[in-house]
């Protein structure tokens, strides 16, 4: 005697293939996340006005498999042991697993664990704060992403280090930056932020 395999209902049939479509949408999204882009919200006043408290960009992940830095780039790199962070704790693998697919679709912030901001000094610049304007190389920096009439804290003249970066927040009165933490290694990027999404009207490549 042979037995039948049970055929599904309609409905049975639509919430497999639902359930299918999920799962693959959240395997995408971490996918996506882990080796090409992901979304970043901003945590900070650090840099305004180009980026506001609650803005979301997105990151390349791959932006600087193709080329080095650039000055001016807006870059989002894991926090300087010299900035003081928190360092995570230990987490169950099952958690983490959690957290990695809530934060790849949007559900969960990301820890506090990585910075904002733009790249002003490359390997073997010599930067330095003067009279309220940064020098590179002894020359004064265009900076045309600033707000008119904005002024740069004095710091002493530095040589950034090969594979370091210098780098500033827009918003020069209220940024921990290089110039409280010092260069940063070019291995702790994480991206490059590349177009801001939220909110929608202020859609825009960075």
């Not at 997105?58 to 360092?87: E, K, M, Q, W």
């Not at 959690?98 to 490359?122: D, F, M, N, Q």
């Not at 500033?168 to 209220?174: A, E, K, P, Y």
């Amino acid at each position: 005697m042979t037995l039948r395999k049970p055929e599904l209902t309609r409905g049975q049939r639509l919430l497999v293939e639902s359930v299918i479509l999920v799962v693959a949408a959240v395997f995408l999204a971490v996918l996506l996340r882990g080796f090409v882009a992901e979304a970043f919200r901003i945590p900070s006043a650090s840099m305004e006005p180009q980026l506001d408290i609650g803005d979301r960009v997105i990151v390349s992940r791959t932006a600087y498999r193709l080329h080095d830095p650039r000055r001016g780039d807006v870059i989002v790199f894991d926090c300087p042991v010299n900035a003081g962070c928190p360092r995570p704790g230990k987490t169950n693998i099952l958690v983490r697993g959690i957290h990695v697919v809530e934060e790849a679709v949007l559900l969960r912030e990301p820890e506090p664990e990585e910075y904002i901001k733009r790249v002003i000094g490359l390997p073997g610049d010599k930067v330095e704060g003067k009279n309220g304007i940064v020098y590179i190389n002894d020359q004064p920096l265009e900076e045309p992403y600033l707000p008119v009439g904005t002024r740069t804290s004095d710091f002493a003249p530095t040589v950034i280090a090969p594979g370091r970066l210098w780098v500033m927040g827009d918003n020069r009165g209220n940024s921990s930056d290089s110039r409280v933490f010092g260069q940063i290694d070019q291995d702790t990027i994480v991206g490059r932020a590349i177009l801001r999404v939220w909110p929608p009207w202020r859609t825009a490549f960075l």
